[in-house]
């Protein structure tokens, strides 16, 4: 902190703080969650968010918030529907296309009143089914930018073409994508390049050997070098066109790489350390940020104690808070506020009461250029001129910000923000214009601090 010091002019220095009063992120549950039958494990196992930030959740579940759902509900924010009569049997796949309508699948055969085979669509008012469907279980959806559907699972047909364990919908048929799987699709990904990578149980894709993990071009299947040495359950590309996958592995392309990796077109590399012996990782998605978050059933991640999810910066693993209390978590997914949402077999989430479905709400970050303020003016004359500063939100959702003015000993009131509170919008700025009053002053030097706080960010 710079002093200016003048004995024939009075000299001021303004110094801009951002305050460490911020709110922690944490866990809340989505009133009283999702339940079923003992006998089943209700999930959720799929979860998938539309552009107005409603959250559709499928599993065995039976029951959401208090509310009959079979095995499909949505969240709008305060409480649970149902999607009419719902589904039969367990949803396992949900996703949404580019124009908005939803699919899921799983181990289904009727949707609302629709005979379905393993496979359905929600227009917002009703289901419809997909051609015949499939023979077999859907595990897992992906919607490419051109808005054409992919399903991987168990089947061998997809009205009614041969389509060993994936199909693709293109709003009409079911084609199938050469040969397909010799074995079970678990997971599917699409890139920004529209290319589709399938990870599961199966050692051949198309004809080639590949090792639990493949690539679609539109043409052909390619394997991402030597493969996994487990089966793979979830996939998530950045949008640098690398892949991560996760699973129940300990080596990737010879590389070791407990339950997590990435490829990058090349070739793969480890996540750290990954996640600890058993921890199965199911779920992946990024954040707007690029950050990746796993979910699963680990307790650790890269040596950080990591109760079932964890995060990954591009350099190390945190935590979020105290994570999940058992069981595993199936699924995860970001609302367009950056809240994220964990779907899995759990009671309690951050210490707090969540049956099987529970949202961590991140907290925004304070920026403030530039740090600080020097103003010097003449005894008797004119103010000197005003200064701005910049009050920026890093995201991801908006924060309202005080500022508060202190003084140093000698006279107070003389610095004076523009804005004293004001709401800056997820990844915005606002511009503050700070002037000096001297008035009744004497030569010197003056200190002030001004703290920019707000009780939902993070400095």
């Known amino acids: 902190m710079k002093k200016i010091i003048c004995f024939t002019s009075v000299a001021f220095l303004l110094t801009l703080m951002c305050a460490m009063e911020s709110r922690a992120q944490s866990w809340t549950n989505l009133g009283s969650g999702v339940s079923s039958s ?7 196992y799929a979860l998938a968010c539309d552009t107005n930030g409603q959250l559709y959740a499928g599993g065995w579940f039976t029951n959401a918030g208090g509310v009959a759902a079979n095995h499909i509900a949505k969240w709008d924010g305060t409480s649970w529907t149902n999607l009419g009569s719902g589904i039969a049997n367990c949803v396992y796949a949900l996703t949404f296309d580019t124009n908005g309508q939803l699919y899921a699948g799983g181990y289904i055969t009727n949707a609302g009143s629709m005979p379905v085979n393993h496979i359905a669509k929600w227009d917002g008012t009703s289901w ?3 051609g015949s469907g499939m023979n077999s279980s859907v595990n897992a959806l992906a919607c490419d930018t ?3 559907l992919y399903a991987g699972g168990e089947f061998t047909n997809a009205g009614g073409v041969v389509a060993n364990r994936i199909a693709k919908w293109d709003g009409s048929s079911w084609t199938n994508l050469g040969s397909g799987m010799n074995s079970t699709v678990s997971a599917l990904a699409c890139d920004t390049n529209g290319q589709l990578y399938a990870g599961g149980y199966f050692a051949n894709a198309g004809g080639v050997a590949a090792n639990r993990i493949a690539k679609w071009d539109g043409t052909s299947w390619t394997n991402l070098s030597s493969g996994m040495g487990g089966p793979v359950s979830a996939l998530a590309c950045d949008t640098n066109g690398n892949l991560y996958a996760g699973g129940y592995f300990t080596n990737a392309g010879g590389v070791v790489a407990n339950h997590i990796a990435k490829w990058d077109g090349t070739s793969w590399t480890n996540l750290g350390s990954g996640m600890n012996s058993w921890g199965i990782v199911s779920s992946l998605v990024f954040c707007a940020d690029g950050q990746l978050y796993a979910g699963g059933g680990f307790t650790n991640a890269g040596g950080v104690v990591a109760n079932r999810i964890a995060k990954w910066d591009g350099t190390s693993w945190t935590n979020l808070g105290s994570g999940m209390n058992s069981g595993w978590i199936d699924a995860l997914e970001f609302d367009p506020s950056g809240n994220l949402y964990a779907g899995g077999n759990f009671t309690n989430a951050g210490g707090v009461t969540a049956n099987n479905i529970a949202k961590w709400v991140p907290s925004s ?3 403030i250029f530039p740090s600080s303020l020097n103003y010097t003016a003449t005894f008797g004359a004119a103010n000197p001129a005003s200064q701005v500063f910049v009050v920026s939100n890093t995201g991801p959702s908006e924060f309202t910000f005080t ?8 006279a107070s009131g003389w610095f004076n923000p523009s804005i ?3 709401t ?13 009053n001297i008035a009744g002053l004497s030569a010197g030097t003056y200190m002030a601090t001004n703290t920019i706080s707000s009780p939902t960010a993070a400095n």
């Open 38 to 44: 003992p006998i089943f494990l209700p999930g959720p």
């Open 128 to 130: 419809t089914n997909l």
């Open 146 to 148: 051109n808005g054409q």
């Open 365 to 367: 970050a304070i920026g």
């Open 403 to 410: 500022n508060t003015v202190s003084y140093s000993a000698g």
């Open 420 to 422: 004293l509170t004001a």
């Open 424 to 436: 800056v919008s997820d990844h915005g700025s606002l511009t503050v214009t700070a002037s000096v």
